[in-house]
């Protein structure tokens, strides 16, 4: 079968760094993507990693192995507002997106 | 500009009844799609559908359709509501038929059931 797995719930501090894991197993590999999900509203893309290796974007960056089956999100200089939860999704073999349930990240001052 | 839209944003009905939630996409994006995202938020493929091809998730009862007057409209028709049909549904666009194609979501229908 197809699994995303990813914590249910992390807790961090404003101003820290927090890395967010991601593992999977599916049947092919055509890239992975993480969305933001704020509370009541629509997931909205973060990224999109294809080939191994780190993508820095502003204060987040994405990081991927497919060797290990292996994904991270890391978030810095934590704010507020960066209270969401994250979801790992893989593109399979047949180009269908898998969906975590994604982590509930809460940001405390 | 609103890139992709859903109507009505909360929808409150009695089991057995029939509705419609309709969306829309303003961005020229060849594929649309309908997730359910339950109670434990966990975000689950219902249909995509492109001019050429609509995909069905097996698990997804046959009460459900997906109804597309054009490339710019994927409405959601769901016959028979149960309880367990309360969720929040997100439509959602990417540009062309590939899942490896950033979506981009509606604000969501949050459906409840009595």
């Known amino acids: 079968g197809q699994n995303i797995d990813q914590p249910t719930e992390m807790t961090a501090t404003e101003g820290a760094i927090v890395q967010i894991n991601c593992t999977y197993q599916?049947?092919?590999?055509?890239?992975l993507f993480w969305y933001q999900q704020h509370a009541g509203e629509a997931p909205t893309f973060l990224s999109y990693n294809v080939l191994d290796g780190l993508e820095e974007k502003g204060r987040f960056s994405s990081f991927l192995s497919r060797s290990k089956g292996y994904s991270y999100l890391l978030l810095k200089e934590l704010q507020m507002k960066d209270s969401a939860s994250y979801l790992c999704a893989v593109v399979d073999s047949n180009y269908q997106l898998i969906w975590g349930a994604g982590t509930k990240l809460i940001i405390k001052p | 500009d609103t890139a992709v839209s859903q109507t009505p944003k909360y929808l409150v009905t009695q089991m057995g009844n029939d509705k419609s939630i309709k969306c829309e996409q303003n961005l020229g994006h060849d594929t649309m799609y309908w997730y359910k995202q339950d109670s434990k938020k966990f975000l689950k493929i219902m249909f995509s559908?492109?001019?050429?091809?609509?995909?069905i998730n097996e698990t997804v009862p046959n009460r459900f359709s997906p109804k597309s007057p054009d490339k710019a409209h994927l409405n959601l028709h769901i016959n028979s509501l149960e309880l367990g049909d309360s969720a929040v549904y997100f439509c959602?666009?990417?540009?062309?038929?590939?899942?490896?194609?950033?979506?981009?979501f509606g604000p969501g229908t949050r459906l409840t059931v009595l």
């Open positions: 599916t049947s092919g590999f055509n890239g």
């Open positions: 559908y492109n001019n050429k091809e609509l995909i």
């Open positions: 959602a666009s990417s540009q062309g038929a590939d899942s490896y194609n950033e979506q981009f």
